[in-house]
C-alpha cells in the first residue's frame, strides 16, 4: 500500500510561482508511474503531468507545457510540480496519483489508471 501526501499549495498573484511536494510512504517509487492532476470546482478532475520511471521526458497538458516542471526524486520517495506563471485558471485542488505499473501514453491522462492518490492542496491565484 502506497501512501501520498500533497503540500505546498496557497494563495499567490498572477505571474507568481509555486512548488509542490508528493511525499510518498508504504513503499518506493521505483517502479511507479507518477502523475499529477487537478480539480476546479464544477470541473471534472484535469491531467496536468506524469513521469514514468526510466523516462527522461515528462508529458503534461498542453494548459501547463512551458510554465509547469514536474520531477521526481527516487532515493527521497518524493515527487514535485515546479509552477511558474501561474495564472488564475490554474486554480484547483492539486492532487498526486500514482500507479506500481506503468501507464500507456495514451492513458496517462486518465484518473482511473491510477491506484493511489493524495488527499489535495489548494492553490489559489487571484489579485
Known amino acids: 500500500q502506497v501512501q501520498l501526501a500533497e503540500s505546498g499549495g496557497g494563495l499567490v498573484q498572477p505571474g507568481s510561482s509555486l512548488r509542490l511536494s508528493c511525499a510518498a510512504s508504504g513503499r518506493t517509487l521505483s517502479s511507479a508511474t507518477m502523475g499529477w492532476f487537478r480539480q476546479a470546482p464544477g470541473k471534472e478532475r484535469e491531467f496536468v503531468a506524469v513521469i514514468r520511471l526510466g523516462e527522461t521526458k515528462p508529458n503534461y497538458a498542453d494548459s501547463v507545457r512551458g510554465r509547469f516542471t514536474i520531477s521526481r526524486d527516487n532515493p527521497k520517495n518524493t515527487m514535485y510540480l515546479q509552477m511558474n506563471d501561474l495564472k488564475p485558471e490554474d486554480t484547483a485542488v492539486y492532487y498526486c496519483?500514482?500507479?506500481?505499473?506503468?501507464?500507456?501514453?495514451?492513458?496517462?491522462?486518465?484518473?482511473?489508471?491510477?491506484?493511489?492518490w493524495g488527499q489535495g492542496t489548494q492553490v489559489t491565484v487571484s489579485s
Open positions: 496519483a500514482g500507479s506500481g505499473s506503468r501507464i500507456i501514453l495514451s492513458a496517462i491522462g486518465s484518473p482511473r489508471m491510477y491506484t493511489y
